[in-house]
């Protein structure tokens, strides 16, 4: 799916969400390529600008700063089973050996940064920074909001996403305690027969959730403008729900 393609209605929060990402991208690619200045849509606020601007800053530092390793992601994945847990020590070997790390020794990154195989593939981004101050408030404000849910997520029989054993408290004991729950307003329902259409996660169903969507709006909308300059492909399958129900409508 193409830009071109995607419709999506002016009164939705997702509009924005769309403009801060298209704004970041062009500015990306007007940095990378020497283009004329991009100019923000004026309905985005002044600090999802800011946010944008630090962003694509920090993205382009990291793409001009490619860190090469001598591995091939697009084998390496074809030889690792959807269900591969990565406890295994046997199968972890046997994939050492056929897939050598691509690298001696260790080396410090600290500074923007791209890592990417001998194809020349992006396999990941470092981006430290990338957060304006006014975001990280934000994300810590979203966070205290989330604790009565994060308090009930893990169980100490649960699964490997919800067993307590794997949430441990930070020395500094600050902060919300570490819990893992699902958020999203859009939420794929597989395994459930005639659902075709997007759900509301459970997490998102309680009293708080209007005023945690509020808090969470601006870091999410940098997330998502982050995803449609480093994975755009991603990024746009992820509004084809949204189109598809558009048009159902």
């Keep these: 799916m193409s830009t071109c393609d995607i419709k999506i209605w002016r009164t939705w929060a997702l509009a924005i969400t769309h403009e801060a990402g298209a704004y970041t991208e062009q500015k990306f690619n007007a940095e990378k390529t020497g283009g004329e200045p991009v100019i923000p849509s004026p309905n985005l606020d002044t600090d999802l600008v800011m946010a944008c601007d630090r962003l694509a800053d920090v993205l382009i530092k990291a793409y001009k700063n490619p860190i090469k390793i001598q591995i091939d992601i697009a ?30 020794g260790t080396k410090v990154v600290d500074k923007p940064a791209t890592i990417i195989d001998v194809s020349g593939t992006i396999i990941a981004w470092y981006l430290p920074d990338a957060l304006t101050e006014t975001t990280q408030k934000e994300i810590r404000a979203a966070t205290d909001l989330l ?29 919300s305690t570490p819990r893992c729950i699902n958020l999203s307003p859009a939420w794929f329902q597989q ?44 990024y746009f399958a992820g509004l084809q729900p949204c189109h598809t129900s558009e048009i159902r409508q």
């Excluded at 959807?82 to 691509?102: A, D, I, V, W, Y």
Aim: glycine share 8%; proline share 8%; with cysteine.
């Design 75 to 104: 084998r390496y994945s074809k030889l690792i089973s959807p269900k591969n847990t990565g406890h295994n020590e046997e199968k972890e070997e046997k994939l050492l050996e056929r897939c050598p790390p691509g690298h001696e």
């Design 147 to 175: 604790g009565p849910s994060l308090e009930k997520s893990v169980k100490a029989d649960g699964n490997w996403r919800y067993n307590q054993e794997w949430f441990k408290q930070g020395s500094e004991n600050v902060g």
């Design 191 to 234: 395994g459930h027969e005639n659902l075709s259409d997007p759900e509301v996660s459970a997490s998102l169903k309680g009293p708080s959730s209007e005023n945690i969507l509020k808090a969470i709006a601006r870091p999410a909308a940098i997330a998502s403008a982050a995803l449609r300059v480093m994975h755009p492909q991603q």
